[in-house]
């Protein structure tokens, strides 16, 4: 995002798409290059469809998992603001691209940020503990954002949502594999990215029909306030959620997670 939004006040948005198309092409010449090596975890073949089956039975059976997981999609769905950016730059900020540009590099220097944090503090002990924080904080910034008048405000807390935005989804990255036994952690890791990346561009569809109904920052403090009530709500009825890891024993590749179904 911070790149994005530099590249869009340096050269604008066609320029923008024509750098990110390039730097695309980079990756795929390099991705031609790896070579994959071989699984050693099941000597076995399995079938994809089977494959997907033992991964969603997994989510089922363990609801500390599936929690994050649901987390992440109410998220995804609900605390989105990226494709109402123009509308703010245009019409309530009236700041022009240039400011657009700056409104999309906010959350990318916020991430840098988060990043630099992260690699100071090293491991976290108290992971549960921040999955609450960063959960409930992230979504505050960003009804903040939508509702400034500011420029500077809105790109502190854009600034401010990006650095949490990093700081909790890395925290449940690393919950997510610590509690999926080895053999099972490609799948979870895939249902994650697929919750991330794949609802993503859905997004756009909830956030953009409030806004034609209330205008943007109404649109961003409604989906804001459903992800709260919902998280807030979630975290209440699994309390191991936000005290793990205690009490939770790591899985080995012989057994089963601990964690009960919801």
Same mark, same amino acid.
């Given at each position: 995002p911070m790149m994005g939004g530099l590249s869009i006040t340096a050269v604008g948005v066609s320029g923008a798409f024509f750098l990110h198309a390039i730097i695309n092409g980079v990756v795929l010449v390099t991705l031609l290059g790896m070579k994959p090596q071989k699984d050693e975890l099941r000597p076995r073949h399995t079938s994809m469809?089977?494959?997907?089956?033992? &991964? @969603?039975?997994l989510m089922r059976t363990n609801r500390l998992i599936f929690s994050i997981l649901s987390i992440e999609a109410a998220h995804t769905l609900l605390v989105s603001y990226q494709q109402l950016m123009p509308i703010f730059a245009r019409d309530i900020l009236?700041?022009?691209? $240039? &400011?657009? &540009? !700056? !409104? +999309?590099? =906010?959350?990318g220097v916020g991430a840098v940020l988060g990043s630099v944090f992260l690699v100071k503090v090293g491991d976290i002990p108290k992971k549960g503990r921040v999955l609450f924080i960063t959960a409930l904080l992230q979504p505050v910034t960003v009804f903040l954002f939508g509702i400034s008048p500011w420029i500077a405000t809105s790109m502190l807390m854009l600034m401010f949502s990006g650095l949490l935005d990093v700081v909790g989804g890395t925290v449940r990255n690393t919950v997510l594999q610590l509690l999926t036994r080895e053999e099972m952690r490609g799948r979870v890791m895939g249902m994650n990215m697929m919750v991330h990346r794949g609802l993503g561009p859905l997004s756009g569809l909830p956030s953009g029909a409030l806004a $034609? @109904?209330? &205008?943007?920052? !109404? =649109?961003?403090?409604?989906? *804001? $306030?459903?992800?709260? *009530? +919902? =998280? *807030?709500? @979630?975290? @209440?009825?699994i309390p191991e959620l936000h005290r793990y890891p205690e009490g939770e024993p790591l899985p080995t590749s012989s057994e089963a997670p601990s964690s009960a179904p919801p």
């Open positions: 469809a089977r494959s997907i089956l033992e &991964g @969603l039975h009236k700041i022009g691209p $240039t &400011g657009l &540009g !700056l !409104l +999309y590099s =906010a959350p $034609t @109904l209330m &205008g943007a920052p !109404l =649109a961003i403090s409604a989906g *804001v $306030t459903l992800f709260l *009530v +919902y =998280a *807030v709500s @979630l975290f @209440l009825r």
